[in-house]
């Protein structure tokens, strides 16, 4: 396990990282001789196994049974298989509907902030707006507001109008956020203003300029918005676990966490838990990599 | 009013001398966009309204008003709330446990993602299958991360002493030893969080134009010598920017202390994130006041991370 951070230059002063060698094994060659290349090979394949081993982890200690978990030194293979794990899990908690909860929740929030996104960036782009620069600077300041320092109020004013432990509850302050705004106003702008006015002039109302002619040309756009606010929706915890209260309510994060708090935790349940809870966001990453990384990179180039 | 308008429409939409007709249409559509523009913005500025800019505004008053035992805010009592915070002990001990977390993880989190970036870079045909590998924990959640890494953890049954002990080293208290829990929320945290700066710093090396490379191969530069004076330098703006994410996602840290470790043992592992979960919710306290204004310590110095992120990156642009 720790083996992820032994060969990273760890101990290295918190200095720059421009400034620091980050490769000592290459450093004493020059060209990328035999053995650096070998090197090279041996830190890439030590950090992937570092990175892949509490991965490979849960999903083979969501098969093991309790001999297997407990056995010491530690089981990496399962001796035995025990499928049984992944449907057990559904009777200690009400797995089913917490992964419902989940679905509408990140579903609903995705949802929500795609339709609003996409209208307050086409007036950003393309609608005549007096103090525009000031308005969007706003939009831009809630971007720097740490969530975790308004956790508070928001639970106080979501409780105050009746809704904790409610679906609403989950959601509402997750409706509507500015970093989608931002995004797709930058990838609007990049249509051109002639068509938009040819469009216009040819009696094009607005609603129909955007899904007709606007929308289906901005699809790769879209889908980074949406798999980025779907992932950070889905893997929510803070909020979650103070909004509800009851298992029925819960989302998958907290139920998960609930199986390892339970008297006699079995790790194979725990783990079988984790797997199911991750399915959903793991198909994300795989398939749609690219998306992922142009909505979580945005704005780190420029 | 559509109707005008297409009987007007055959007019090359570049041209700068409009027709009288569409003239006029314009004039009245012009007229409409600006109340158009207020209706698409309404949603998203009531949104942030209610859940960013009042709570924030309540953030600052409940910092300087006390509390009754149900959490409502009670009489004004000024800096009360401040100078109790910032003389409390307590409080300083979660300041270092903040910078100390903010560093096990974003130092060894960049440092390890250029390494890898850097490595890959060399190695064309490996990187894709790579790329994929380090992004996959970006598919775990706070949570899933960290109850996965608690059973790896458990004192008896987990793996990592498992395999300390195949070494012939002692038992570790991953999550109970006071000078070993916080690395051990940071090694979970690293791992979470590793994927992106990889993902980050790729995107940056296939930004950078081949010719560059070419001409620096050309001058003979190779290995290690091309990475510390081409591509490192190159990649200043996405090192930069890693750095300052990584910093902030450092000082939000919520569930993987909340998980792990309940921000003990003994306050070792209490950053300002769960100092504030604590002090509001923990134990019945419901101590908003001071919540609120360790709240407001947390916001300065995200805020002072953006700034410095944003200053910076405005001149980056300018720059090029």
Known sequence: ?302 | MSTIATTASPEPPTSRVPTKGTDLVRTARRRREPFIAWIFLAPSLIGLGLFVFYPLVRSVYLSVHGNDIFGGAGAFVGGRNYTQMLSSPDFRNVLVNTLLFTLMTVVPGVLGALTVVLLLETRIRATRAFRTAFAIPLAFSAASASVVFAVLYNPAIGVANGILGQLGIDRVGWLTDPSIALISVSITTVWMQFGYGVLVLAAGVGGISPEIFEAARLDGAKGWRLARSITIPLLGPQLFFLVVVSTIQALQSFGQIHILTKGGPDGATTTLVYSIYQQAFAFGSSNFGLASAQAMVLMLIVLACTALQFGVLERKVHYS
């Open chain 1, 1 to 302: 396990m720790s083996s992820a951070l032994s060969e990273r230059p760890g101990s290295a002063p918190p200095e720059l990282p421009g400034s620091a060698p980050a490769e000592p094994p290459r450093s004493p060659a020059r060209r990328p001789g035999r053995l650096s290349g070998v090197a090279g090979w041996v830190v890439l394949v030590i950090a992937a196994v570092g990175v892949l081993f509490p991965v490979y982890y849960a999903v083979v200690g969501s098969v093991m049974g309790p001999g297997d978990l407990a056995s010491y030194p530690p089981a990496l293979f399962p001796h035995s298989l025990h499928l049984e794990n992944l449907r057990d899990v559904f009777t200690v908690i009400p797995l089913g509907r917490q992964y419902l909860n989940s679905v509408l929740q990140a579903g609903l929030i995705t949802l929500s902030q795609l339709v609003t996104s996409v209208l307050a960036a086409y007036a950003f782009a393309f609608l005549p707006l007096r103090w525009r620069a000031g308005i969007f600077g706003i939009f831009l300041a809630t971007l720097m507001v740490p969530w975790e320092s308004i956790i508070l109020p928001n639970y106080l004013l979501i409780s105050s109008w009746g809704l904790a432990n409610t679906l609403p509850g989950l959601v509402l302050p997750f409706l509507v956020n500015a970093f989608g705004v931002f995004l797709l106003r930058q990838s609007f702008l990049q249509f051109p203003r002639e068509l938009h006015d040819a469009a216009r002039v040819d009696g094009c109302g607005h609603l129909r300029f955007l899904w007709r002619i606007l929308l289906p040309l901005q699809k790769p756009a879209l889908a980074a918005v949406a798999v980025y606010v779907f992932l950070s929706a889905w893997n929510q915890y803070f909020w979650p676990l103070l909004i509800t209260s009851t298992p029925t309510m819960q989302t998958l994060q907290i139920g998960i966490t609930q199986l390892s708090n339970a008297e006699a935790a079995d790790p194979g349940l725990i783990l079988a838990g984790v797997v199911l809870s991750v399915l959903p966001t793991l198909a994300l990453v795989i398939f749609g990599q690219r998306f992922i990384v142009r909505g979580l990179i945005a704005g780190s180039s420029r």
